[in-house]
C-alpha cells in the first residue's frame, strides 16, 4: 500500500490510497459545501447543483455524460448532506484517465437556463416524495427543530417555495463562493497510476480560481423542545429524539458510535429489547452523526400512537440510566466488534475506502489506515465512554413526533 498526499499551487488537495493489487479503483471530488453553508433565499441549493452537474458542460450534454460513464462500465453517483456534496466512480484501471478527464469537466458545469428550469422540476418531485416518507420527514423536521435558527438544521432539499423562488443566478453565485479548489478534495483509493493523477490533476484542475469560503462551525446544544405535527395521511406515530453529540474532529467520535450501537442497534440494543421485543414499537433505532465542529445523536421509532407515551418515557429511561450507569463491559466489546466489522468489510474494496478516505481529509485534514481506525475502536474503555457521557450527557433532548390527529 502507497500513500500519497500532495496539494496544488490554488489549494485543491489530492489524496491517494495506492494499491497494487487492487482490480478497480474509485475517485471522487469531495466539495466542503451543503445546506448549512446555503442562505434561507438559497435553501437547496447544493443539492439542485449536484443535479445540475449531471447537465452537461461547455464540452459535453447531458446524453454525452451518461453515455461516456455507461461505456467505461463505471459505478458513479452523487450525494449531497449538510456539509459535503460528494461526486465519485469506480471503474477499471484502464479508465483512469477518463473518468478524472470527465468529473473535472463536470466541476466546471456550464449551468444553462434551460437544463436549470427542467430540474426545478425534478428537485420539487423529491421534496414531493420525502414528504411521504414519514421516515424521512420526522428526522428533518427534528433536526430543523434541535437546530432551530441555526446552519447545520437547514434542510437539504430545500421547500417548495424555496425552490420556486431560486434563480439560475442564484446558483451560479453560490457556485462562484463555495466550489473552490480550496475547499475540494480529489481522493482516489485502488489501482492508481501515480504519475498520471499528479499529470492530470495540474492539467485539469491546475487553472481553477481559489477564493476563500468560509464556515459558521460553533458547537449548538440544541433547543431541547418536544412538537408534535398531525399528519392525516399516516397511521403510525413517528419519532425523532435528538441530542448532542461529538464533533468529526473529537476523539470521542469513536466511543459514540459504540455508545449508538448499545443504545440503538437494530438487531440487538436497549432500545430494541425494552421496544421491539416487547410489541411497544415496530422499529427503533438510535445513531450517531459527526459533524464539522458539532455532532449528534438521533433516534427513529415507529409505533401505535396509543403506545407512544410509554415508549417516549421507556427511552428516557434508557436515557437516564446511561447516564447514570454508563454501559457494560459486555455491551462495549459487542459494540466495538460490531463497528470493526462495518469498517473492515466496507473497506476490502476501493469504493468502499473512498468515502472514509476523502471525509478524513475533509473533517481533519489527515489519511487514517483501516489500522488506524481499528486501534482507534480497540483502544475505547469504559472510562472514555463514562468521560464522553460527562461532556455530552444525553440531557437536553429535542423530540418531534409525526402521527394522526389525536
Given at each position: 500500500m502507497q500513500i500519497e498526499k500532495f496539494q496544488l499551487s490554488n489549494g485543491l488537495t489530492v489524496m491517494a490510497e495506492i494499491n497494487p493489487d487492487a482490480l478497480s479503483l474509485a475517485l471522487g471530488f469531495f466539495v466542503r459545501t451543503g445546506s448549512r453553508d446555503e442562505t434561507p433565499a438559497e435553501s437547496g441549493v447544493s443539492h439542485f447543483l449536484e443535479h445540475m452537474l449531471f447537465k452537461g458542460t461547455e464540452k459535453r450534454t447531458v446524453m454525452d455524460v451518461n453515455l461516456e460513464f455507461d461505456q467505461m462500465g463505471a459505478k458513479y453517483n452523487a450525494f449531497t448532506s449538510e456539509e459535503n456534496t460528494v461526486y465519485y466512480a469506480c471503474v477499471l484501471p484502464e479508465y483512469q484517465a477518463q473518468v478524472t478527464e470527465l468529473w473535472a469537466d463536470l466541476l466546471r458545469p456550464s449551468l444553462r437556463q434551460e437544463d436549470f428550469d427542467v430540474e426545478k422540476?425534478?428537485?420539487?418531485?423529491?421534496?414531493?416524495?420525502?414528504?411521504?416518507?414519514?421516515?424521512?420527514?420526522?428526522?428533518?423536521?427534528?433536526?430543523?427543530?434541535?437546530?432551530?435558527?441555526?446552519?447545520?438544521?437547514?434542510?437539504v432539499l430545500g421547500s417548495e417555495e424555496s425552490i420556486n423562488a431560486l434563480t439560475s443566478q442564484q446558483m451560479r453565485d453560490y457556485f462562484?463562493?463555495?466550489?473552490?479548489?480550496?475547499n475540494i478534495i480529489l481522493a482516489c483509493s485502488g489501482k492508481i497510476d501515480l504519475e498520471l493523477l499528479k499529470q492530470q490533476a495540474q492539467e485539469l484542475c491546475g487553472w481553477w480560481k481559489p477564493f476563500k469560503p468560509t464556515r459558521q462551525l460553533e458547537a449548538y446544544v440544541g433547543t431541547g423542545t418536544d412538537q408534535r405535527i398531525?399528519?392525516?395521511?399516516?397511521?403510525?406515530?413517528?419519532?425523532?429524539?435528538?441530542?448532542?453529540?461529538?464533533?468529526?474532529?473529537?476523539?470521542?467520535?469513536?466511543?459514540?458510535?459504540?455508545?449508538?450501537?448499545?443504545?440503538?442497534?437494530?438487531?440487538n440494543s436497549r432500545m430494541h429489547w425494552a421496544l421491539v421485543d416487547n410489541a411497544l414499537a415496530d422499529c427503533a433505532v438510535f445513531d450517531f452523526e459527526a459533524l464539522d465542529g458539532q455532532g449528534h445523536y438521533y433516534s427513529y421509532i415507529s409505533c401505535d400512537p396509543a403506545n407512544t407515551d410509554k415508549v417516549l418515557a421507556i427511552v428516557k429511561d434508557i436515557f437516564a440510566q446511561i447516564r447514570e450507569n454508563g454501559i457494560t463491559e459486555d455491551e462495549l466489546q459487542a459494540g466495538k466488534n460490531k463497528l470493526a466489522s462495518v469498517r473492515i468489510i466496507s473497506g476490502e474494496v476501493p469504493m468502499g475506502r473512498l468515502v472514509p478516505l476523502g471525509m478524513d481529509m475533509v473533517y481533519r485534514s489527515e489519511y487514517r489506515s483501516i489500522k488506524d481506525e481499528l486501534d482507534a475502536i480497540n483502544a475505547v474503555s469504559l472510562e472514555q465512554v463514562s468521560q464522553m457521557l460527562t461532556q455530552f450527557p444525553l440531557?437536553?433532548?429535542?423530540?418531534?413526533?409525526?402521527?394522526?390527529?389525536?
Open positions: 422540476g425534478v428537485i420539487l418531485e423529491e421534496i414531493a416524495m420525502y414528504k411521504d416518507m414519514p421516515h424521512f420527514d420526522v428526522i428533518d423536521r427534528c433536526r430543523s427543530e434541535h437546530y432551530q435558527g441555526w446552519p447545520v438544521g437547514n434542510s462562484e463562493r463555495r466550489y473552490s479548489p480550496d398531525a399528519n392525516a395521511n399516516v397511521q403510525r406515530d413517528h419519532i425523532c429524539l435528538m441530542t448532542q453529540g461529538p464533533s468529526a474532529q473529537d476523539d470521542y467520535r469513536y466511543a459514540a458510535a459504540i455508545l449508538a450501537g448499545v443504545v440503538g442497534d437494530e438487531g440531557d437536553v433532548v429535542t423530540i418531534t413526533t409525526l402521527g394522526p390527529q389525536k
